[in-house]
């Protein structure tokens, strides 16, 4: 365990070195800070002297190194824009962008293993179909359309009439088919619990949580139906092998059969691939953040790329990187705990 855990340190440290040197690479094609950071007014004389201020004017190398020297210091630089330390900044959108993450994992994890389980099971039923007609359609919508099209639903409202008002049968589909909107889909709202000093939360309030609910959802639908079919397909082989065969013919319950035997094994794969998605779902808030002006990280980044803000284009880069090497270690911990055979560190027993 502990030669695992100091081979993923070495990972890690390779892919933050890596991370940083791509994200200095790009930095001359995100745009003059300068131009910026000051007004049109200014001279070129003082943008000049800002510039040299800041060592805009040296070398890649010799910029690269004197980041590289204060970040293993624990200094990243400061925000061009905010002009305070660029951990303060990320720190203050992080909790922001983690609640989004963890109620949208909450979802996918509480409909997908249900679902999956019974369109296994019960592959043939109507039900099944539908969920799988649905998954490939949520599949084929991007994010940002699965967003505006909720806000349109839920927080505007449509007023679907397609039959006529005049029978009571037409009234009432025409009302199922209608909504009034309501739903907030802009910010975190005002009722937000402190935690920890400079943690927000909306997880302890009403409003809150329903101001989680059209983001989450929307994040959600990446996700949800890849591992609605994964678990599914997984499912279906475990079914299929002949430990499970056996236990039917010990007459074990079907119950104990599908839910203890078949879905410990079928969670394997599953566990793998969500580790990956989790560290991707950090990615995928640029876009969620943006529709619903979630004041997370990845609208920070967006924001921080139209400001040319480069030492916090490469803080943010640097932790999304972190966030992937901690959560694929963590996945592989707890693969070994479910299947003890794995070895981790890959030798023989």
Known sequence: MIAFLIKRLMHALVVMFVISVISFA??????????????????????????????????FLVQYARFAVNAMQGDFGYSYFFNEPTTDVILRHLPATLELVI???????????????????????????????????GI??????????????FAIGVDFSPFPADTGWGQWINGALS??????????????????????????????LTYLVLPSLSLASIMLPLFIRLIRAEMLEVLQSEYVKFATA????????????????????VITVG??????????????????????MGLMFLEAIQRSDIPLIVTYLMIVGLIFVITNTLVDLIYGLVNPTVKLTGKPA
């Open 26 to 59: 790009i930095q001359s094609n995100l745009g003059d800070p300068i131009q910026q950071m000051v007004g049109q007014s200014v001279p070129e004389s003082e943008r000049a002297e800002l510039r040299e201020e800041l060592g805009l004017n040296d070398p």
């Open 103 to 137: 109620a949208t994992t909450l979802i996918i994890v509480l409909l997908s293993v249900p679902i999956g389980v019974y369109c296994a099971i019960r592959p043939r039923s109507a039900l099944s179909r539908l969920f799988m007609s649905v998954s490939i359609v």
């Open 250 to 269: 010990k007459g074990i319950s079907r119950k104990r059969i599908y839910f203890v035997h078949a879905l410990k094994n079928t969670m394997l794969p």
């Open 275 to 296: 580790g990956v998605q989790l560290g991707t779902m950090v990615a995928y808030t640029i876009l969620t953040e943006t529709v619903f002006q979630w004041p997370g």
């Open 179 to 208: 909504t009034e909107g309501g739903m907030p889909s802009y910010g975190r709202g005002n009722d937000l619990t402190h935690l920890f000093g400079t943690w927000d939360s909306n997880f302890f309030s009403l409003e809150g």
């Open 140 to 153: 084929s919508i991007p994010v940002f359309l699965t967003a505006i099209m909720l806000i349109q639903i």
